[in-house]
């Protein structure tokens, strides 16, 4: 058979890294997207690139008001932030295209409805091999009445031009616990409403308890064990919301930091499985189609921006004939921005150790007391590793300013199958969070 392409990409988030790949190794390439100036996806546009900008700075409003030895008061200016990120939003847009020269970009909806054949707008186009990379979209429970304004997403926060007086978050995942903290450190009045009673439920139980106290040195109220059953805008006294057991409350501004679900609409073919995760794909992503992926968000394996840009990767190296290892997602680092400590893991933590019933040391450091940990906003701070019986390291999580940069040495460990002692080797510079790590591995 006689295809279009050799390859067609259905969605231009991380996809496109793929997609230059594939065209530079010779293949001929197209890249489908509804939305050509949101090139990059929901991580460039909607999501941790611009997140990440605005919580360093509210980082900075957070720092100029907790420390008396600075002078006078810093405010957040929300139109100007905006201003500044839609222009570095569409230099690196611009720059992304530029990089997919040797991509057929076709803008609109991308639909798959049969084997090897993409419908966009009406006109169909065929491929060899087909990758869709269609994301995730902001989840809102029934019973809230989203409208954009009173009641938002995290899609709606990073368009905001001025900073509410008041805002209630509702959700302890990534999002929720990232946008509280944003809010909390510029100076909004603040609140946590989620539906279990501790925070970080799944982190080692110290890290659960210090993250908790770091939210409530910021301010922020909690409402734990608090699930929303109704949620709708009045005119006169903002959101009202109903929760499960009947108590009411009113909040100028919510927001539903309720998740994420996959996008899996595009798939119009009963040759792809889909369920409640996302688009069923096996250990390399392949769908129940042969030659047929599904990476990144939409798969439903892991909702992260560094494991989309892998997976899809991986995908084209093996079309490509290349050696591709086996992604082994656990191994991917997770993390949450909150501030000023961040949380971040990498491999087996305690509750899947404990889960599995593996057998297993650990090793945990607490900041609290160290110079430098004090003069940098880690008194709250933690390092935890575990190994297994011989000694190799098996995971770790970290609760620290920048944990997402730290993880990073427990992370190459485990990707050079190392054991603690020889980890521990390695010198570690003084002063810095990092010699937590060194003292870590050597208390393994």
Same mark, same amino acid.
């Given at each position: 058979?006689?295809?279009?392409?050799?390859?067609?990409?259905?969605?231009?988030?991380?996809?496109?890294?793929?997609?230059?790949?594939?065209?530079?190794?010779?293949?001929?390439?197209?890249?489908?997207?509804?939305?050509?100036?949101?090139?990059?996806?929901?991580?460039?546009?909607?999501?941790?690139?611009?997140?990440?900008?605005?919580?360093?700075?509210?980082?900075?409003?957070?720092?100029?008001?907790?420390?008396?030895?600075?002078?006078?008061?810093?405010?957040?200016?929300?139109?100007?932030?905006?201003?500044?990120?839609?222009?570095?939003?569409?230099?690196?847009?611009?720059?992304?295209?530029?990089?997919? /020269? !040797? &991509?057929?970009?076709?803008?609109?909806? *991308?639909?798959?409805?049969?084997?090897? $054949?993409?419908? #966009?707008?009406?006109? +169909?186009?065929?491929?060899?091999?087909?990758?869709?990379?269609?994301?995730?979209?902001?989840?809102?429970?029934?019973?809230?009445?989203?409208?954009?304004?009173?009641?938002?997403?995290?899609?709606?926060?990073?368009?905001?031009?001025?900073?509410?007086?008041?805002?209630?978050?509702?959700?302890?995942?990534?999002?929720?616990?990232?946008?509280?903290?944003?809010?909390?450190?510029?100076?909004?009045?603040?609140?946590?409403?989620?539906?279990?009673?501790?925070?970080?439920?799944?982190?080692?139980?110290?890290?659960?308890?210090?993250?908790?106290?770091?939210?409530?040195?910021?301010?922020?109220?909690?409402?734990?064990?608090?699930?929303?059953?109704?949620?709708?805008?009045?005119?006169? /006294? !903002? &959101?009202?919301?109903?929760?499960?057991? *009947?108590?009411?409350?009113?909040?100028? $501004?919510?927001? #539903?930091?309720?998740? +994420?679900?996959?996008?899996?609409?595009?798939?119009?073919?009963?040759?792809?499985?889909?369920?409640?995760?996302?688009?069923?794909?096996?250990?390399?992503?392949?769908?129940?189609?042969?030659?047929?992926?599904?990476?990144?968000?939409?798969?439903?394996?892991?909702?992260?921006?560094?494991?989309?840009?892998?997976?899809?990767?991986?995908?084209?190296?093996?079309?490509?004939?290349?050696?591709?290892?086996?992604?082994?997602?656990?191994?991917?680092?997770?993390?949450?921005?909150?501030?000023?400590?961040?949380?971040?893991?990498?491999?087996?933590?305690?509750?899947?150790?404990?889960?599995?019933?593996?057998?297993?040391?650990?090793?945990?450091?607490?900041?609290?007391?160290?110079?430098?940990?004090?003069?940098?906003?880690?008194?709250?701070?933690?390092?935890?590793?575990?190994?297994?019986?011989?000694?190799?390291?098996?995971?770790?999580?970290?609760?620290?300013?920048?944990?997402?940069?730290?993880?990073?040495?427990?992370?190459?460990?485990?990707?050079?199958?190392?054991?603690?002692?020889?980890?521990?080797?390695?010198?570690?510079?003084?002063?810095?969070?990092?010699?937590?790590?060194?003292?870590?591995?050597?208390?393994?």
């Amino acid at each position: 058979m006689t295809y279009d392409y050799d390859i067609c990409f259905i969605g231009g988030g991380l996809n496109y890294a793929g997609a230059i790949i594939a065209a530079r190794g010779g293949l001929k390439t197209a890249l489908v997207e509804r939305n050509m100036a949101h090139l990059g996806g929901t991580c460039l546009h909607n999501g941790c690139i611009p997140s990440k900008m605005y919580l360093e700075a509210a980082h900075t409003v957070l720092k100029a008001a907790s420390q008396d030895h600075f002078i006078g008061s810093v405010t957040l200016d929300m139109a100007r932030l905006h201003e500044k990120k839609e222009t570095l939003l569409a230099n690196v847009t611009t720059s992304i295209t530029k990089q997919c /020269r !040797g &991509v057929d970009l076709i803008a609109g909806e *991308g639909k798959l409805v049969a084997p090897h $054949t993409v419908e #966009v707008e009406e006109k +169909r186009y065929t491929a060899k091999y087909i990758i869709i990379g269609t994301g995730a979209s902001p989840f809102v429970p029934e019973g809230i009445v989203y409208d954009k304004t009173h009641i938002i997403t995290s899609d709606d926060v990073l368009n905001l031009t001025a900073l509410p007086q008041k805002v209630a978050v509702y959700g302890d995942g990534a999002i929720g616990l990232e946008m509280a903290s944003f809010f909390a450190a510029a100076g909004v009045e603040t609140e946590l409403i989620w539906r279990h009673d501790t925070l970080l439920r799944q982190a080692h139980p110290v890290i659960s308890k210090n993250i908790k106290s770091q939210m409530e040195a910021l301010g922020i109220r909690l409402r734990p064990q608090s699930s929303i059953a109704f949620a709708k805008r009045t005119e006169k /006294r !903002g &959101v009202h919301i109903r929760f499960q057991d *009947g108590s009411e409350h009113y909040v100028p $501004t919510l927001l #539903v930091a309720t998740g +994420r679900r996959a996008n899996t609409d595009t798939v119009q073919t009963d040759a792809i499985a889909v369920d409640t995760k996302g688009i069923r794909t096996d250990e390399h992503f392949e769908t129940t189609l042969a030659k047929h992926y599904a990476v990144g968000d939409c798969n439903g394996k892991l909702q992260l921006a560094h494991a989309a840009r892998a997976e899809v990767l991986h995908v084209v190296r093996r079309i490509l004939g290349k050696q591709s290892d086996r992604l082994t997602l656990d191994k991917v680092v997770k993390f949450i921005h909150t501030l000023p400590c961040s949380y971040a893991q990498v491999g087996k933590t305690k509750a899947t150790l404990e889960k599995e019933e593996m057998d297993y040391t650990e090793s945990v450091v607490p900041l609290k007391g160290l110079p430098f940990a004090h003069t940098h906003e880690g008194d709250l701070g933690v390092m935890a590793l575990y190994a297994d019986n011989e000694g190799f390291v098996l995971g770790g999580e970290i609760f620290a300013p920048y944990a997402e940069e730290l993880i990073a040495t427990v992370s190459m460990a485990l990707a050079g199958e190392m054991d603690a002692t020889l980890a521990g080797k390695t010198v570690l510079a003084h002063p810095t969070f990092s010699e937590s790590l060194e003292k870590a591995f050597l208390r393994l």
